[in-house]
Nanobody
């Protein structure tokens, strides 16, 4: 299995980036997908996840309204649009695949837990300057 991220870089605060993750070697439709990030001195955290069909998404409060996750199931590709970037968004961003669902409010949802990840990408660096 390979998850290959691209699109990271250096951007000024307030700018935008589009991260992509292309998967191979796995049955794409069997996995929820997620983006994680890991900044120096902090724990790796789940940023956003999307269900197998793309119908359900979730994200952490700190990126709400700024980041959008999507997936192209015809191209086995996961996308993260990041707008209004802040210096605190600086981190290595990782694509991840998970076969685990969580259950809440009568619905099955994707998971943004590190413990539920089956496969990781190698990461792409995002640096936001102030």
């Amino acid at each position: 299995v390979q998850l290959v991220e691209s699109g990271g870089g250096l951007v000024q605060a307030g700018g935008s980036l589009r991260l992509s993750c292309t998967a191979s070697g796995l049955t794409w439709g069997s996995y929820n997908m997620a983006w994680f990030r890991h900044a120096p001195g902090r724990e790796r955290e789940g940023v956003s996840c999307i269900s197998r069909s793309g119908s359900t998404t979730s994200w952490i409060d700190s990126v709400k309204g700024r980041f959008t996750i999507s997936r192209d199931n015809a191209k086995n590709t996961l996308i993260l649009h990041m707008n209004s970037l802040k210096p605190e968004d600086t981190a290595m961003y990782y694509c991840a695949a998970s076969s685990t669902d969580t259950y809440s409010g009568g619905r099955y949802l994707c998971s943004s837990s590190v413990a539920h990840v089956d496969y990781w990408g190698q990461g792409t660096q995002v640096t936001v300057s102030s």
